[in-house]
Nanobody
């Protein structure tokens, strides 16, 4: 069992940067693939970024070049650095963990989810 707790959300202006963290419980964090998803009001939850156990990364086209995912296995934490934020990045951001060893964008491949953290970008 893995418990995930996101932090770092907030209210920023367009063009600003924000960093999210996701702290995971459990001794096997280093073996999990991790992902970030987001859900804006009235929209379905969408893939943002993912990182495998060995730090292979993937990004949605909408965030590529602006967001960076990373992980610190020693501290059981995954990060999402968000730069050049846009109003359309406004959403609740969720951290998720998967036991699968390959990169996946499909939310149903993720086994554990955090409670989410709100990111609001004003214009």
């Amino acid at each position: 069992q893995v418990q995930l707790v996101e932090s770092g959300g907030g209210l920023v202006q367009a063009g600003d940067s924000l960093g999210l963290s996701c702290a995971a419980s459990g001794r096997t964090f280093s073996s999990y693939g991790m992902g970030w998803f987001r859900q804006a009001p009235g929209k379905v939850r969408e893939f943002v970024s993912a990182i495998t156990w060995n730090s292979i990364t993937d990004y949605a086209d909408s965030v590529k070049g602006r967001f960076t995912i990373s992980r610190d296995n020693a501290n059981n934490t995954v990060y999402l650095q968000m730069n050049s934020l846009k109003p359309e990045d406004t959403a609740v951001y969720y951290c998720a963990a998967t036991v699968r060893s390959w990169l996946t964008r499909w939310q149903y491949n993720y086994d554990y989810w955090g409670q989410g953290t709100q990111v609001t970008v004003s214009s």
